[in-house]
């Protein structure tokens, strides 16, 4: 089989806001829903290793469909807001979905599973349509067994087990109703046999464990308290009646094929502060020839805390073993936990999808914060690379602005990519970015004002720590003691404030003084602390002490920004904002020297929704809604004064070869063609056909499409020509549709068009690297190679980043020597 012609570098991406959404495995994969996928993230590796596309809706509820011996599961369970439930089986090393249960009318929000054999899989869904099913899947086919309603009520949580000493499967489900309801399947048919009462608020996880013969129920609410029951087998033996001496718990007792069992209260656990969403034990493990279950349990807490209970050796008592959580940020709490395997690693998910993952260190028994992947929570609206192609930085409707790159470690050739810098966390969904130096950019959100970031010293001494760059060489001629450390937000604040060492100095505390002059030294403005980082930060730095310095603001539109672009020599920017009238969608030109307004340019009539400058920096080409586009071209380039742009050449309805919303453009490299691509699925390259000449030296009315319109199949909704040739020195080009998919093709100029021979197809994403909704973004690697890498046969790769509605950032790898 031939190799794929790309290949995924790194996927970022979170974990959806929802309870039920992480599980990890025996592999050691933990798998989690992000959006509409399914991803599955080695954390040894540090990397997405897997991405499951089969989902219409946000996926709710993933659950790894563990083993009685404690071996690797092959299978997964995953339901989501598409009403199905889909269960995925490992097949030839890649996991696959086997079946699909539909039958719900509303979203599934808990999964669970358990094998009744080697080709039998009973699953356990919940849903907003207050029901629980249970479905039986075999091979490829998935059969509804059974519907459990609750009326007007909504089950929060399911949990399967198996009786003790027999193979009768129990279900335990928590929900609004602040109870737990015990099922018990007989005749084929689920019945409920027990509630246990106790919580007052609404149930958000049950799960069982298994230890010695007996199982053990955890559940947590709203109430902010966790309850431990335990179920065992009654003998015959036993005395029923209790004595003064001792004293017992009540016990609820229910009969099964002649067999009694009995569930007692172990324990309540009150230790969290506020809404108690998860609680996960310590999977079993494998001691000899026999599985052992620890009674150690893991809760995660809205009050940004997680906490190890177990029982102590000498009196039994449930006591807290270990607290960890989240410090400062504008954050809420977490969503859920899960455990490593071997119990060494502990894991959470918060609110706004960032994993957090401790280690016990086996030396001295401390539990220390680990390197995780990162990523937006939203959309992700736009992306740009810095113009030494080493990092990225990208924008997002969940109202940040992110950068990633490799994380280069001596003595290790693995590369990972992380994010190190969260230069704008705003208060407006963002919607587009441009760089404008090695080390600045202008971003744009649904405001009606640009803002202007530079990066302060703090972040240039980091970065050259994680991608082992001298710190000279980045500074350049700047003088380093003339840089901010950081930033800090004030609070009720949208413009990060530079924060200098002496402001750094100023705030140390001073000890055995509580004496406060002022309110501002009571209440801080600056939360800024100076790091000094060898690995990737943690997600509390990202929040507050990763922020990069705004140093301008720019006022001149009307409405909400849309669009950014800069010329290759970082002296200009172009911005537009959403607009139903013309007045309102003119082009303005920025000065990057003095930030002043330099023109406005009018030709459209409705939004703008792209523009890119050529790499000579003499035209600017621009796209809009208004399905027409228009070129520019920059007077006496050569001269020392800030040079005008007039329109060169455009479009207009009566002319126009798009018959939708032309979505994106860009620039070959020899400046010599540009491509459009539209909602109408073409795609179309334009330019001075058969003059040899670069688009504007000749005269405007000769622009006109070099190539033969290319049908895409669906909107194409991003574009981009890669900046090298090549090996037969055609152009190669990425497009991305509103389906999620990314193509690939080689586009060569010839005379006659007629045929359509002057395009080929040369790949395309298969349904793991595709996104799952919309690719708003296409960006090339202004430099040949892989980021990160060296050698001299990194000229044979190129690179492009792909930024999706789905909230998932891609890189691939292309060979482009081989194309």
Not at 716 to 737: E, H, K, M, N, R
Not at 806 to 819: C, E, G, M, P
Request: proline share 4%; net charge negative.
């Amino acid at each position: 089989m031939a190799a794929p012609v790309m290949d995924t570098c790194h996927v970022f991406c979170c974990a959806n806001r929802t309870p039920n959404v992480v599980s990890w495995g025996r592999g050691g994969l933990i798998a989690f829903g992000t959006c509409n996928s399914v991803a599955l993230y080695n954390p040894q590796e540090i990397r997405i290793v897997e991405v499951l596309n089969k989902h219409t809706g946000r996926v709710n509820a993933v659950q790894w469909v563990h083993k009685q011996d404690c071996g690797l599961e092959t299978q997964l369970v995953s339901g989501g807001s598409d009403n199905n439930v889909i269960v995925w089986e490992k097949q030839d090393g890649k996991f696959t979905a086997c079946a699909v249960c539909s039958g719900h009318s509303g979203p599934v929000c808990a999964v669970d599973a358990m094998s009744l054999s080697s080709s039998q899989l009973l699953v356990a869904s919940a849903s907003s349509d207050s029901t629980v099913k249970l479905w039986m899947c075999s091979s490829d086919t998935a059969e509804c067994l059974q519907t459990i309603s609750f009326g007007s009520g909504f089950m929060m949580d399911v949990s399967f087990a198996l009786l003790p000493g027999s193979r009768v499967p129990v279900l335990a489900c928590g929900g609004d109703d602040s109870r737990v309801h015990l099922y018990v399947q007989l005749n084929g048919q689920f019945q409920r046999l027990l509630t246990l009462t106790g919580h007052e608020d609404w149930i958000r996880c049950v799960e069982w464990a298994t230890k010695d013969g007996e199982l053990w129920l955890a559940s947590c609410s709203q109430d902010c308290l966790i309850r431990v029951w335990r179920l065992f087998a009654k003998t015959a033996t036993e005395p029923d009646q209790q004595t003064d001496a001792v004293i017992k718990m009540k016990e609820d007792v229910f009969q099964v094929s002649g067999d009694v069992f009995a569930v007692t209260l172990e324990t309540v656990l009150a230790g969290h502060e506020n809404w108690v969403y998860g609680v996960h034990w310590q999977p079993p493990c494998v001691k000899g020839d026999l599985v052992e279950q620890p009674l150690k349990l893991l809760s995660a807490s809205m009050d940004k805390t997680m906490i190890l209970w177990g029982p102590e050796e000498d009196s039994g008592m449930w006591v807290e073993l270990v607290r960890v959580g989240e410090v400062g940020g504008n954050t809420l709490g977490f969503y859920g936990c899960q455990m490593s395997p071997d119990g060494f690693m502990i894991l959470a998910h918060a609110f706004h999808g960032a994993l957090h993952l401790w280690h016990c260190d086996s030396n001295q028994g401390e539990w220390r914060p680990s390197v995780v992947i990162s990523g937006h929570f939203g959309a992700v609206q736009d992306l740009s690379w810095d113009p030494e192609g080493e990092f990225i930085i990208t924008v997002g409707s969940d109202q940040t602005t992110r950068l990633f790159t490799p994380w280069t470690r001596k003595g290790c050739s693995e590369i990972t990519w992380h994010e190190i810098s969260r230069p704008q966390i705003h208060g407006y969904d963002m919607q587009c970015l441009t760089m404008v130096g090695r080390f600045q950019f202008v971003s744009g959100a649904d405001e009606k004002v640009l803002r202007v970031f530079k990066a302060p010293r703090n972040f240039v001494e980091n970065f050259a720590n994680i991608s082992c760059t001298s710190l000279e060489k980045l500074l350049g001629c700047n003088e380093i003691a003339d840089l901010p450390e950081g930033a800090s937000t004030p609070a009720l604040g949208l413009s990060n404030k530079a924060v200098f060492q002496g402001d750094l100095a100023s705030q140390s505390p001073q000890q055995d003084s509580e004496d406060f002059n002022s309110l501002s030294d009571q209440y801080k403005e600056s939360y800024f602390q100076s790091l000094k980082l060898t690995e990737p930060p943690k997600e509390d730095d990202l929040l507050q002490n990763t922020l990069w310095p705004e140093v301008q603001k720019l006022y001149g539109h009307g409405f909400e920004m849309f669009s950014l672009a800069s010329d290759s020599a970082r002296t200009v920017v172009a911005s537009a904002c959403k607009a139903s009238k013309p007045e309102h969608a003119a082009i303005l030109l920025w000065s990057t020297t003095s930030w002043k307004q330099l023109q406005s340019l009018p030709c459209h009539s409705l939004t703008v929704t792209q523009m890119a400058f050529s790499p000579n920096g003499h035209l600017l080409l621009a796209v809009s809604r208004d399905r027409t586009w228009s070129l520019w071209r920059q007077g006496n380039p050569d001269s020392d004064t800030e040079a005008s742009f007039s329109l060169y050449a455009n479009t207009s309805k009566d002319t126009a070869v798009h018959t939708r919303i032309i979505w994106s453009c860009d620039w070959s490299s020899d400046s010599k063609y540009f491509v459009t691509s539209s909602r109408d699925k073409k795609v179309i390259i334009w330019g001075h056909c058969g003059s040899g000449d670069s688009v504007g030296e000749c005269e405007g009315e000769s622009v006109t499409p070099c190539s033969s319109v290319l049908d895409v199949g669906d909107s194409a909704t991003a574009v981009s020509i890669c900046p090298y040739l090549c090996s037969d020195q055609s152009f190669l080009l990425a497009v991305g549709l509103e389906n999620g998919k990314i193509a690939l093709y080689k586009w060569r100029p010839l005379e006659d068009l007629s045929s359509g021979s002057d395009w080929s197809k040369c790949g395309e994403t298969d349904a793991c690297q595709s996104h799952t909704l919309t690719v708003k973004r296409l960006r090339w690697r202004p430099r040949p190679g892989r980021a990160g890498h060296g050698g001299n046969e990194e000229r044979a790769w190129v690179q492009l980043a792909s930024a999706g509605a789905d909230h998932v950032v891609k890189i691939f790898n292309i060979k482009i020597s081989a194309l």
